[in-house]
């Protein structure tokens, strides 16, 4: 069964900082990868998505994530962080065409130091 | 802007009592999903639907969860008798999923249950 890695529970960085959440999964084939992000109080909203072709994939609010798949790795950057980016960010993953379910990461949150 | 939306967003209820939840796909999204999250356990999937027949509900407590989708635009979630340990956020999130296609979850606001 396939699942999702976050090795890291808590991460402080001090604004203006570059940032860099880790994410391993575990499945046979090429999956499909997703960040969400959650602030306090919220829903989880879709960061960005991989699902084929480049492997370097842009997202909202400028982030960026990259699938290495020698490494079954999906990790997710930003060059510098803003005070609003302290939040909890979930990974996951999903495989098409075998059920619908997405299987999420424990999530990491995030603390920025001004 | 579509989103998913989900009420009551708060709910204080006493244990036996019954709760039910709602949540309002997005127009046209195929796939309806529950979720609970808390501190210890994180976010776990309770059930879901796609074309509104249930497929997998293997993460509800079956003795006093059920959850049903009357319609293409209502989901519910409901619990019966309601206990303390059922305190959490419970999300609904929609997608949609077409053969071959691409997919992704939307994730509405969430109900924050209190049992006390």
């Known amino acids: 069964a396939q699942s999702v890695t976050q090795p890291d529970i808590h991460i402080t960085v001090s604004e203006g900082a570059s940032l860099e959440l880790r994410c391993n999964y575990s499945?046979?084939?090429?999956?499909?990868l997703f960040w969400y992000v959650q602030s306090p109080g919220q829903g989880l909203q879709l960061l960005l998505k991989?699902?084929?072709?480049?492997?370097l994939v842009q997202g909202i609010k400028g982030f960026e994530a990259e699938f290495k798949r020698s490494q079954s790795s999906f990790n997710l950057r930003k060059p510098s962080v803003h005070w609003s980016d302290a939040a909890e960010y979930f990974c996951?993953?999903?495989?098409?065409?075998?059920?619908?379910?997405?299987?999420f990461g424990k999530g990491t949150r995030l603390h920025i130091l001004p | 802007d579509a989103r998913v939306t989900q009420t009551p967003r708060h709910k204080v209820t006493e244990m036996g009592q019954e709760v039910t939840m709602r949540c309002q796909p997005i127009?046209?999204?195929?796939?309806v999903f529950w979720y609970r999250q808390t501190m210890m356990q994180g976010l776990e999937l309770l059930a879901y639907?796609?074309?509104?027949?249930?497929?997998?509900d293997s993460g509800m407590p079956k003795d006093r969860f059920s959850a049903e989708m009357p319609d293409a635009t209502l989901a519910t979630l409901k619990i019966q008798p309601s206990e303390p340990r059922d305190s959490a956020v419970y999300f609904c999130?929609?997608?949609?999923?077409?053969?071959?296609?691409?997919?992704?979850?939307?994730f509405g606001p969430g109900t924050r249950l209190t049992v006390t």
């Open positions: 991989y699902f084929s072709g480049d492997t």
């Open positions: 639907f796609r074309n509104r027949a249930p497929l997998d």
């Open positions: 996951a993953v999903g495989v098409m065409n075998r059920d619908d379910k997405i299987i």
């Open positions: 999130a929609s997608g949609l999923v077409l053969s071959g296609s691409n997919y992704e979850q939307y």
């Open positions: 127009l046209g999204h195929n796939t």
């Open positions: 499945y046979g084939a090429t999956p499909y």
